[in-house]
């Protein structure tokens, strides 16, 4: 790697409508040397729309990974994902109800989240199992 290269930050280009319509950056993470640096702004009255935020990117990033691996699904990782996240936090899991969201986005059916909610005590228990083993 030469040293000009090395020198240099890849940014992700903007999207199309950002360019066509304005808008604003609430968030930005970028590996310089292998760490993790992170900007943000507040960008909203409560921390809670942050869960929406997280979990958007969450999916975007299931989606370029299963466009890209066949092995996984979008869901599986997701899984993956969340349960990386929750480790992560070291934080328990908090039975209240979750805020409610001031965004508009399509409403999922409760089958669905029943499913998504087995899907990741599945993956959980296989994940202490395995560990179990050792």
Known sequence: ????SKNTYYALALPEDALNNGGVEILRAGLIDQRLYVTAMRAFDQPAPWGDVLA?????????????DKSLTEQEILVQIGQAFVIDLGVPVVKDKPAKR?????SRKPAAKKAAKKSVK?????????????
């Not at 790697?1 to 000009?4: F, G, I, Q, R, V």
């Not at 958007?56 to 890209?68: G, H, K, S």
């Not at 001031?102 to 399509?106: D, E, G, I, R, S």
């Open 122 to 134: 599945k993956a959980a228990a296989k994940k202490t199992a395995k560990r179990n083993k050792r």
């Open 56 to 68: 958007d990117v969450a999916r975007r990033i299931a989606q370029l990974f299963a466009a890209e």
């Open 1 to 4: 790697m030469s040293d000009e």
């Open 102 to 106: 001031k965004t508009a986005k399509a």
